[in-house]
């Protein structure tokens, strides 16, 4: 079983938010290959599945807004017995330019606060997708920066990644950097 985790706030508010291209992600997928949609679980998340090969995904969205994450993510690792290797968590990256990908597994959280709430409440050893959306001219201005929406074109690269992401997945699961290179 692998969990698939995007990360962003919930509400209308927060929706074309920088900060919530991990929901947008898991959204295209979700409209990709689940049938079902999102349902919630213990408040804390919304959640759906669906199988892609042999293998049974769960994709979520943490409902417990950033810097919480963790707390939903070991819901489901613990309720699903999901060993860290099989988690796969995506999320807006301010170090990458805007539209660049990379994924890697394990390693540090970059000082985003939902990675730091994941870190600390299930370790470091799951797969990171991470998603440029480039970075404010001044560190003051990062919060505004990550909490502010995508313009009009932005935002349609932004669905071309969701889109491209999403029916590459299961090479994601099969080789992460090939799946990296065809995403370029």
């Not at 919930?10 to 689940?34: C, L, M, Q, S």
């Not at 489901?76 to 170090?95: A, Q, S, T």
């Not at 313009?151 to 992460?176: N, T």
């Amino acid at each position: 079983m692998l969990l698939l985790v995007g990360l962003g706030n919930p509400g209308a508010t927060y929706e074309d938010n920088r900060h919530n291209v991990g929901f947008k992600v898991v959204d295209a997928i979700a409209d990709e290959h689940a049938s079902g949609g999102f349902r919630g679980m213990a408040s804390l998340l919304e959640a759906t599945s669906f199988s892609i090969g042999s293998h049974k995904v769960i994709l979520a969205k943490p409902q417990t807004f950033m810097n919480l994450s963790g707390r939903a993510v070991r819901f489901l690792m613990d309720f699903y017995k999901i060993p860290i290797e099989n988690i796969y968590v995506f999320h807006d990256d301010i170090d990458l330019e805007f539209s660049q990908i990379k994924i890697k597994k394990g390693g540090g959280n970059g000082g985003h606060n939902d990675l730091k709430s994941i870190d600390s409440t299930v370790g470091t050893g799951y797969w990171r997708i991470r998603i440029g959306i480039g970075r404010p001219e001044y560190k003051s201005m990062v919060s505004d920066f990550v909490l502010g929406n995508f313009d009009v074109e932005q935002m349609k690269i932004i669905d071309s990644i969701c889109s491209r992401i999403s029916k590459s997945i299961r090479l994601l699961f099969d080789d992460a950097q090939k799946c990296v290179q065809q995403l370029r």
